[in-house]
């Protein structure tokens, strides 16, 4: 099974609300994390990442902290704007240069 | 500014019909990968390539083949293409140089079969 899941969308907020957008992993050992972002007919490009335990990414204003004792790497915005809305997707690392994603999550920030 | 193309935004095809997906990058990246992206299911990989006419399968290949004859181009082919294979299919590519774990995007094509 998919070793990375993701809170399941579509998430609807009004601007300047704070989001986040949890996700959990299941792997051996402390895996490189990422979170990347895919805009209205775009492609993915990577938003942040973090590649060990406790570190924090953050891009944009965006956060997300690697905890390894819940295994999570929730994406956090203090104060969203119309230009946030996109599919967001966890990715944590698998061997040595794949990723696996999660299953998306569609964020829609209203004005 | 780094950069990674698909052949067609989108595509038609029918069942039965040959399916070329091209991809080409101009960053000198080894690795390339394909993926199809699904509502609900997020990104799965089909291939990828370490380096020249080298490849391996990802999670999901069948009905799937590539080809990596020169460097900066990665093709992906269905054989015969089937109603199950309509699905968004994003090309990416990386390199040790720049985070092997980092890998850069093109804009995807959407193929329909009908």
């Known amino acids: 099974g998919n070793s990375v899941t993701q809170m399941e969308g579509p998430v609807t907020l009004s601007e300047e609300a704070f989001l986040t957008i949890n996700c959990t992993y299941t792997a051996t050992g402390y895996p490189s994390l990422f979170w990347y972002v895919q805009y209205p007919g775009e492609g993915l490009q990577l938003l942040l990442k973090a590649t060990k335990a406790d570190d924090k990414g953050s891009n944009k204003g965006f956060e997300a902290t690697y905890r390894k004792e819940t295994t999570s790497f929730h994406l956090e915005k203090g104060s969203v704007q119309v230009s946030d809305s996109a599919v967001y997707f966890c990715?944590?690392?698998?061997?040595?240069?794949?990723?696996?994603f999660g299953q998306g999550t569609r964020l829609t920030i209203n004005p | 500014d780094v950069k990674v193309t698909q052949s067609s935004r989108y595509l038609v095809k029918r069942t039965g019909e040959k399916v070329f997906l091209e991809c080409v990058q101009d960053?000198?990246?080894?690795?390339m990968f394909w993926y199809r992206q699904d509502p609900g299911l997020g990104l799965r990989l089909i291939y990828f390539?370490?380096?020249?006419?080298?490849?391996e399968k990802g999670d999901i290949p069948e009905g799937y083949s590539v080809s990596r004859e020169k460097k900066e181009r990665f093709s992906l082919i269905l054989e015969s293409a089937s109603t199950n294979q309509t699905s968004m299919y994003l090309c990416?590519?990386?390199?040790?140089?720049?985070?092997?774990?980092?890998?850069?995007f093109g804009p995807g094509t959407r193929l329909l079969v009908l």
């Open positions: 390539s370490y380096d020249v006419k080298m490849k």
């Open positions: 990416a590519s990386s390199s040790p140089d720049r985070g092997l774990e980092t890998q850069y």
């Open positions: 990715a944590r690392r698998q061997g040595a240069q794949k990723l696996v």
């Open positions: 960053m000198d990246h080894e690795n």
